[in-house]
């Protein structure tokens, strides 16, 4: 759970960081993007059910810590984009406690083997 | 009766309660700011970001459709709140055609919500608190709506699989 609690917080500074830090441009423009659907998919990776979804901010958590360099941002942005994606990059590799079954789950929806 | 294979059952009540209680909290922001929209509330409640609701709210965006965005939203939660509620406890297998409603209606109004946010302060240069928070609501309850899904449709693999009538089994449920 904390790492999903950390991952959505990265997500959640994400947005906030153009404002507080000050940059514009591009980069403001990607971390607005970034930061909430990364937020949105960690919450959503709470859920025993749909925790494979962490995975889904590993991409994410690449571009934060690229795109300041990319798009031309001042070093602030940049060290707040490492900070931010080291987070989205590593967490996915804490899966948490997962205690409940799913009768194969997903998997078992698109293959037998799994059902 | 839980799924098979399951360790318990996504339909009781204290699965879905949760879940109707933040529709109807979405439906009560979104019906709020929906009013704002439509000139019943002068101005909407603001702690944070000054003029940014109103920048918001009164947006071209927010007007591209006949009615006022917010008052979709106040609608989505509304069918959430519903398809939430109708059906006993076994309508994981019993009526799989709800389960299949509520999840389309959770699913894409978190999208839809999740779209509006980054709008915001990408096209406007504004943030707007309720907004945000009915947008929090919807995120919240995609992951636990997800699990009365998956049951449905393990249900209706399992019919296919047996050489069934899905059809059937998605309207009239199954034993």
Redesign the interface.
């Given at each position: 759970m904390w790492a999903r609690v950390a991952a959505a917080l990265a997500g959640l500074w994400l947005m906030a960081a153009p404002s507080v830090l000050g940059y514009a441009g591009a980069a403001r423009i990607s971390d607005l993007i970034v930061g909430p659907i990364a937020a949105s998919l960690s919450i959503v990776a709470m859920s025993q059910v749909t925790r494979s979804v962490r995975w889904a901010t590993v991409p994410l958590g690449l571009w934060a810590i690229v795109s300041p360099w990319v798009l031309g941002a001042p070093a602030a942005a940049r060290v707040s984009g490492l900070a931010a994606g080291v987070v989205l990059l590593a967490t996915p590799w804490v899966a948490g406690r997962r205690t409940a079954r799913f009768g194969g789950g997903w998997r078992s929806l698109w293959s037998p083997r799994h059902a | 009766m839980t799924?098979?294979?399951?360790?318990?059952n996504p339909s009781t009540w204290s699965e879905r309660l949760p879940l109707i209680g933040l529709a109807v909290a979405g439906f009560a922001v979104a019906g709020y700011l929906a009013l704002v929209q439509l000139g019943g509330i002068a101005r909407a409640w603001e702690p944070f970001f000054g003029r940014g609701s109103e920048t918001i709210l009164h947006s071209g965006i927010s007007r591209l459709l006949p009615v006022p965005d917010a008052a979709l939203g106040a609608a989505g939660y509304l069918v959430d709140a519903v398809s939430g509620a109708i059906g006993g406890r076994e309508r994981w297998r019993t009526m799989p055609w709800i389960v299949v409603v509520f999840g389309i209606a959770v699913g894409p109004l978190?999208a839809v919500s999740?779209l509006l946010?980054?709008l915001q302060?990408?096209l406007f240069h504004a943030w707007c608190t309720l907004c945000l928070l009915s947008?929090f609501i919807s995120?919240?309850m995609?992951?636990?709506a997800?699990?009365e899904l998956?049951?449905s449709?393990?249900v209706l693999?399992?019919e296919r699989?047996a050489g069934r009538s899905v059809w059937r089994a998605f309207w009239k449920g199954t034993d």
């Open positions: - | 799924p098979p294979g399951w360790s318990y978190g999740l946010v980054i302060p990408v947008a995120v919240l995609i992951g636990p997800m699990d998956l049951a449709l393990q693999l399992r699989r």
